[in-house]
């Protein structure tokens, strides 16, 4: 049996596939009748004619071998052993617990964009970018469009500071809210290399709170164009519309960080974490995605 | 061969190009103090209307359907420029002739513009692209073109040897029409004089002043007598006074009532920037600055003057652009979003829009290059992220000469080529290095009680995130650090990398005693 891929309509935007061999497929696609004679048939037969035609669609989904996306490094070896890298026109998540590494690999992926010669854009919920960890990293700071949320904007100018002392979970929905009119506005422009979205610094609670159409529309903005668009979180939000995603973890038990040095504080220096990877999930895979980890250390910077 | 481009009744033609609404509209121009003011321009349909020059304004007034309008100079100014771009969109010499003409010289246009009747026929459809129903007319010398331009209505095209026989027709006044431009009362003293005496002898059109005998013309009326004749008979022969001044892109436009909202004021803005970018276009420019004046009616915030030196009652904005573009409905929409985040503060009375013009920029795309934004779509989509989070909160990084934390600044980012190119050649060496353990910044920084044991943290407690609570189970430090000690903002602290274990996991921070304040701050989490 002889098959194609056949991309059905740009709206839909999925693959399906027809067999080349089926009489109903070939049918459908080099139409040996007038079309007068279609108008003359009775409704049941073109709807029987149909349903057989649709019988022999699959779902892209079903596909043996699907179409892969491009895979671009995401700058941790390690990672790109586990992942294969970080796929364009996709949302990849990576999420992990406060020091699990999150904002290490954001960094290395945007220094791995930046060394591609790739503008890259990070929407920051908490405004918590450290420049220094930035330029340690690697990043090239011209081509790195930084959006800090939580500015003095109009809108929020209009509340007093009464009420947004009373309500911190209101500044942490306004930031929200300024992150994703800010990625809707960036997935719209185009031409980034990489967008990430930071929302490590919101609430469990208020980040929970995205829908999954906005998430859905994300996926659909930043499908079929060169853009890696990342989100890094506390916890998985996106659902279904992530191709990729990846559980971070810090290996440091109490006993083991207790007992590790005995030198006198003054002595110790922090050289560095150790980071657990583990794809939870990837569309890439025609198979479920089995339980894949790996561990890699981060250097800090002064550790030299 | 030359061409002249005239402008008639340049005063209404001024008025109508920044408001093409009043079209179809009986319109006078007045000019003059109040209550002294008198009509000094009128169109077709106020002259039906039996308005006329030199009358009052007050009798204009009592026809209720014409429409009223003070002489702006300004306006007749950007008019003025208009119709030397559009001259200069088709030669460079161009002879500003007087305020309602222009006159160019033609040699060598042929090859890129066709025979004279196309060019004359482009010169006039670009001439109405800018606003200007204009008479345009060919000949072999400036003056006759002139004449012709003033004389005939629509194209003109003299063919050489045939001036005489083509102007012929024209009324003798022509002669004497000085264009827009006033005329000292000498002058008009002499010019009355000269036609009185044209009137007597029934000299009343070209063919007549051209048959005259040289002689006794030059006995009776002199020198002038005789150049006059000249030009009648299109034999006048000068070269062109080119102009050089530089190019100044401006549009105006005064209302009749202040304007308070900003929605009529982008209406009026979308049509101030299709004028400028429509002779931009003519000269093959692009702009990088955009001006905006508005005159407002009242001013009651004197911090509301948002540049040096501009009146009390202005309020002045400036976009400036990372790139040469031409696009107007961009420029209006990043007028709409500075506005809106700018507001003027007062009904505008008068808008006044300046363009800076710039070479377009020459950059070409390669099949391997990366992808990079459009720059005109992520100007637009930074005016619309900065109205959402802050101008302060949008661009990119720029770290500063200092240890101090946070020594950075935000700048305008601006995909550059050149500077990426640089760049990657100096980062390919450190592609395959170790990821650098990153720092997540809180800002501002949390307070934090902590319990000493030893002179090093035991214990930390925050109110403000309740996760960053517990027992300290390895610690680092201290890093003292100061700066700044010879400024006000002095800084002098104590730095202290930590692990706190929590409910589930153990964490890292970096603790912060600041020495002057005496308090405790968690700065951030290595994650």
Not at chain 2, 130 to 151: F, H, I, K, Q, Y
Not at chain 2, 165 to 178: D, M, R, Y
Request: aromatic share 6%.
């Amino acid at each position: 049996m002889s098959t194609a891929v056949i991309s059905t309509s740009a709206a839909q935007g999925r693959f399906f596939i027809f067999d080349d061999e089926s009489d109903a497929g070939s049918h459908a696609f080099h139409d040996p009748e007038p079309a007068s004679s279609y108008i003359r048939r009775p409704q049941s037969a073109i709807e029987n004619q149909q349903s057989k035609i649709l019988s022999t669609v699959t779902p892209a989904s079903r596909l043996s071998v699907r179409p892969a996306p491009e895979m671009v490094s995401s700058g941790i070896a390690a990672i790109d052993t586990l992942t294969g890298g970080l796929p364009r026109g996709c949302l990849s998540e990576i999420f992990g617990p406060a020091s699990s590494g999150g904002m290490t690999l954001l960094l290395a992926a945007l220094a791995a964009a930046t060394r591609r010669g790739e503008f890259c854009a990070i929407v920051d919920a908490g405004d918590a970018l450290d420049p220094q960890s930035v330029v340690a990293a690697g990043v090239n700071l011209h081509q790195l469009l930084w959006v800090r949320c939580g500015g003095h904007s109009p809108q929020k100018n209009k509340i007093t500071d009464h009420e947004i002392i009373k309500s911190e979970s209101f500044l942490a929905e306004h930031n929200l809210e300024q992150l994703l009119r800010a990625a809707d506005l960036l997935l719209e422009s185009k031409g980034f290399g990489l967008i990430a979205l930071d929302l490590c610094d919101l609430p469990p609670q208020t980040a929970r709170r995205i829908p999954l159409a906005t998430w859905f529309r994300f996926r659909r903005a930043v499908e079929h164009t060169p853009t890696v668009l990342l989100a890094i979180e506390r916890q998985a939000i996106a659902g279904s519309c992530s191709s990729l995603r990846i559980k971070l973890g810090g290996n440091r038990e109490k006993e083991q960080l207790a007992n590790c040095e005995t030198k006198p504080t003054h002595a110790r220096l922090l050289t560095g974490l150790e980071i657990s990877a583990e794809v939870v999930r990837s569309r890439m895979e025609r198979k479920p995605v089995r339980t894949a980890e790996i561990t890699f250390t981060s250097k800090t910077a002064w550790a030299g | 061969m030359f061409a002249s481009i005239f402008v008639p009744n340049f005063s209404v033609a001024a008025v109508l190009r920044a408001e093409p609404e009043l079209l179809d509209r009986a319109l006078g121009i007045f000019e003059g103090k109040p209550p002294l003011e008198k009509i000094v321009a009128v169109n077709e349909g106020a002259k039906r209307m039996g308005i006329e020059i030199a009358m009052t304004k007050a009798q204009a007034e009592l026809c209720s359907e014409v429409v009223l309008r003070a002489r702006s100079p300004r306006q007749e100014s950007t008019a003025h420029a208009a119709l030397l771009d559009c001259a200069q969109s088709f030669s460079p010499w161009v002879e500003d002739a007087a305020g309602d003409t222009a006159i160019l010289d033609l040699a060598g246009m042929e090859s890129l513009f066709g025979a004279p009747r196309e060019m004359a026929e482009a010169i006039s459809n670009r001439a109405a692209d800018l606003g200007l129903e204009t008479n345009v007319a060919v000949a072999s010398n400036p003056d006759a073109a002139m004449l012709a331009a003033r004389g005939f209505s629509d194209v003109t095209i003299i063919p050489s040897g045939k001036e005489t026989e083509q102007l012929g027709s024209l009324p003798i006044a022509v002669l004497f029409a000085k264009g827009h431009e006033e005329e000292k009362d000498e002058a008009q003293k002499r010019t009355g004089e000269i036609l009185a005496t044209f009137e007597r002898w029934g000299v009343r059109d070209f063919h007549a002043l051209a048959a005259l005998p040289p002689v006794a013309l030059s006995e009776r009326l002199g020198q002038e007598g005789l150049r006059l004749q000249r030009l009648a008979r299109g034999a006048a022969s000068r070269t062109l006074v080119p102009r050089e001044e530089p190019p100044i892109f401006e549009e105006t436009i005064e209302v009749e009532f202040p304007i308070v909202l900003l929605e009529p004021l982008a209406f009026l803005l979308n049509r101030l920037l299709d004028l400028i970018c429509a002779r931009l276009t003519t000269r093959a420019f692009y702009t990088q600055e955009l001006r905006l004046t508005l005159d407002l009616e009242s001013f009651s915030l004197s911090n509301r003057q948002s540049e040096i030196g501009c009146r009390p009652n202005q309020f002045q904005r400036t976009l400036r652009l990372p790139l040469p573009m031409l696009d107007p409905k961009l420029f209006l929409e990043l007028l709409q979003l500075d506005l809106n985040a700018h507001p003027p503060g007062a009904p505008i009375k008068k808008i006044h829009l300046i363009a800076e013009p710039a070479r377009p920029r020459s950059a070409q795309g390669g099949l391997f290059l990366p992808p990079s934004p459009e720059p005109e779509k992520l100007e637009l989509t930074l005016a619309r992220i900065a109205g959402l989070v802050g101008e302060s909160h949008v661009g990119s990084m720029e770290l500063l000469d200092t240890h101090r934390t946070d020594g950075f600044r935000m700048r305008r980012f601006i995909p550059n080529a050149a500077r990426l190119s640089q760049k990657q050649q100096h980062s390919d060496a450190e592609e395959n290095e170790c990821a650098v353990a990153a720092l997540r910044i809180f800002r501002p920084a949390l307070r934090a009680k902590v319990t000493l044991e030893n002179g090093g943290p035991a214990y930390v407690a925050c109110t403000k995130k309740k996760e960053v609570h517990g027992a300290v189970v390895w610690k680092a430090g201290p890093w003292r650090s100061s700066g700044d000690w010879w400024e006000r903002e002095a800084w002098s602290r104590d730095e202290w990398d930590i692990a706190l274990q929590n409910k589930t996991d153990v964490a890292l921070y970096r603790l912060v005693h600041d020495l002057l304040s005496g308090g405790w701050f968690i700065e951030g989490t290595y994650d």
